[in-house]
């Protein structure tokens, strides 16, 4: 599942860079993307890029342009600690974002890719530390939802794994993005996990669906029709037992 995650770090930002022409900064209670992008398929990890930061033309400013150069300072770093993730750097990527968060606790994008590095780490405890009180805390947030229902669904500790918590939380997630071929996806995950295959089958056409329609690519498609594949089979070999 790897490739997912390379795949989407780079389309999504990719997309976003085309979407936000110019943007301000984003603020700490707005959503990690506030506008829908396309992405490469996904389950795993969405990923905040950083719009532009206005430059500051009033020298008179002052403790106003140092504040926008710090916080553009900390966005570099948080841009840096993200590319590391798709590079392989995880662990660094971890020690980066923890800096930053140092320097400001609060920060959002520091928070949620902290998470997403420990669910890549497979420190699957500590990333739902990390996000679950976020997503109470951001309960509009789709993109937290879907990230902790694909933990949910794909832990391979055992332990952790819950299809109940991944449904649940990529309902919550659909009930913000309707039309996500991500997000259904990952309810397809969790209703397999359950033991729910019809109900997983549907949502994975509807993934499939959606992903063709919002031009995936062909790896994002080939990846949805395996898994409609994969739950079709289920739900005809579970048809043959009852």
Do not use: C
Not at 42 to 71: F, I, L, W
Not at 99 to 113: C, H, M, Q, S, T
Not at 178 to 199: A, C, F, M, N
Request: hydrophobic share 45%; glycine share 6%.
């Amino acid at each position: 599942m790897r490739w997912l995650f390379l795949a989407l770090l780079a389309a999504w930002g990719a997309a976003v860079a085309v979407a936000a022409q110019p943007a301000a900064a984003p603020k700490k209670n707005l959503p990690l993307n506030p506008k829908p992008v396309v992405a490469a398929k996904t389950n795993a990890v969405r990923v905040p890029v950083r719009t532009a930061t206005p430059a500051v033309t009033n020298a008179a400013a002052g403790a106003g342009a140092e504040k926008t150069t710090g916080q553009d300072e900390i966005d570099k770093q948080i841009d840096k600690a993200f590319s590391r993730i798709q590079s392989g750097g995880i662990q660094e990527a971890v020690e980066m974002f923890h800096a930053v968060l140092k320097k400001d606790p609060a920060n959002k994008r520091a928070r949620f890719g902290v998470g997403t590095a420990y669910i890549q780490l497979q420190n699957y405890r500590e990333a739902l530390a990390v996000l679950e009180p976020m997503a109470d805390e951001f309960p509009e947030d789709y993109f937290l939802k879907n990230n902790i229902a694909w933990l949910y669904a794909t832990a391979k500790d055992v332990s952790i794994r819950s299809g109940a918590k991944a449904v649940r939380y990529a309902q919550e997630a659909l009930l913000t993005a309707p039309r996500d071929q991500h997000v259904w996806s990952t309810l397809s995950e969790g209703y397999y996990i359950s033991g729910q295959y019809d109900k997983a089958l549907r949502a994975a056409e509807e993934a499939l669906k959606l992903g063709m329609e919002s031009g995936a690519g062909a790896e994002g498609v080939e990846e949805y029709r395996r898994q409609v594949e994969k739950n079709r089979r289920a739900s005809q070999a579970m048809s043959v037992l009852e």
